[in-house]
């Protein structure tokens, strides 16, 4: 994983709006408090282009039966229809919890420039923690990943294996 800070990342600038990664991580965290709410798992996700949110969304694999509901893919889709392009290079994707390998592929896909955690996922991340999609030199797009540590008391609920035994 590249160091967060090794470079001015233009991408972490704030746009007209102002919102930073930690402010993009408080959006997200409200979208998880409204996912555990309706009996989903404790994780959401926020896009911005240039600073301002285009996306958010709280997970839905529970209340929708649909395995792939995660909150980053949702958000993802959201950013790509509000953006009119499947292409979010100047995006940042902030998700409360580490992106697993579905939802790390999806922003590879989207050529998302940035990614903010609020947690690590020993278990399931796909950015760095359990495996490294997000900087493989064998894939074509490489997301920079930046780990804020911002632990949310959203606790072990933000887990999935506690949302769905
Ligand atoms: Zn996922």
Do not use: F, K
């Amino acid at each position: 994983m590249r160091a967060p800070d090794a470079r001015p990342d233009p991408a972490s600038a704030p746009g007209p709006e102002g919102l930073l990664d930690d402010d993009l991580l408080g959006l997200a965290a409200g979208a998880a408090r409204d996912a555990a709410a309706a009996g989903d798992a404790a994780i959401g996700a926020v896009v911005a282009h240039r600073g301002v949110v285009v996306s958010t969304r709280g997970e839905e694999v529970v209340r929708s039966g649909d395995p792939t509901a995660h909150a980053a893919v949702l958000a993802l889709r959201d950013a790509a229809a509000a953006l009119s392009s499947w292409r979010l290079l100047d995006c940042v994707l902030a998700v409360t919890l580490e992106p697993c390998v579905m939802c790390t592929g999806a922003a590879i896909l989207a050529r998302v420039g940035r990614v903010v955690i609020g947690e690590r996922d020993a278990l399931g991340g796909a950015c760095g923690s359990r495996i490294d999609l997000a900087s493989d030199p064998r894939l074509n797009h490489a997301i920079e990943v930046v780990v804020l540590g911002r632990r949310t008391e959203l606790g072990r609920r933000s887990s999935r294996r506690a949302a769905r035994p």
